[in-house]
């Protein structure tokens, strides 16, 4: 029996792995939410499994222990969270300025455009955070997989509830939020736009001041 239970277990704390760090609400949620409450939950959504597909990507390389690609994200570190920086703060002034009424009219014509593009996108923003798979290789370490009978099962386990529960927190906030979606009027989504705006630039440049401090210190 507590052959059986075992798998769950390591499933569970696969799960927990995933929503600690998806939860924390930095840039990547507040776009998120900014897409659900502007173009809705589909779209909302879509975003969120996009960091949620580049945190699974992560968990496989500190899982399987991909050396080469491990290094590479950490040699480059510096230059990806850069780019990551700059992508973020053009993203956070594009929304800081967009108009509520010209989103709205411009899904009307197009009800299908971007879908992919939000995945994509944040996608890659996730991805320019390679410190996340040394969470991840500290938190599976803590795991100790390693002890496992079947490591080769319990690698694929570990991933699949890390996976499971990244993507269930962006079913969940974005399902939170678009329950209140339609409260919102044209004056408050400008507002939104606003507020999502700056707080994605704000959380940026903090970022990017603390990146700064510790690479010239």
């Not at 927990?16 to 507040?30: D, E, N, R, Y």
């Not at 455009?113 to 995945?119: L, S």
């Not at 040394?134 to 490591?151: E, Q």
């Not at 044209?186 to 401090?213: E, H, M, P, R």
Request: proline letters at 2%.
């Amino acid at each position: 029996m507590a052959e059986a239970v075992a798998p769950i277990i390591l499933f569970i704390k696969g799960i927990i792995i995933g929503l600690a760090v998806s939860v924390p609400m930095g840039p990547i949620g507040v776009l998120c939410v900014q897409k659900t409450i502007n173009k809705g939950r589909f779209y909302g959504m879509l975003s969120g499994f996009g960091a949620a597909f580049a945190d699974t990507v992560f968990a496989i390389i500190a899982v399987f222990g991909l050396t080469v690609t491990k290094n590479f994200f950490i040699q480059y570190r510096l230059e990806l969270q850069v780019i990551g920086v700059i992508v973020l703060l053009v993203l956070g002034t594009k929304i800081f300025f967009s108009n509520p009424i010209t989103q709205i009219r411009r899904r009307a014509r197009n009800k299908q455009g971007g879908v992919f593009g939000d995945f994509i996108s944040v996608f890659f923003l996730t991805l320019s955070n390679p410190l996340t798979v040394i969470f991840f290789g500290a938190s599976i370490a803590a795991v100790g997989i390693h002890d496992s009978a079947n490591y080769l099962a319990s690698q694929l386990i570990l991933v699949g509830g890390i996976s499971a529960g990244a993507a269930s927190w962006w079913i969940t906030l974005t399902s939170l939020v678009n329950a209140f979606r339609h409260r919102f009027r044209l004056k408050q989504l400008w507002w939104i736009n606003k507020i999502s705006g700056g707080v994605i630039i704000v959380l940026t440049v903090i970022g990017a001041i603390v990146l700064a401090i510790k690479h010239f210190t």
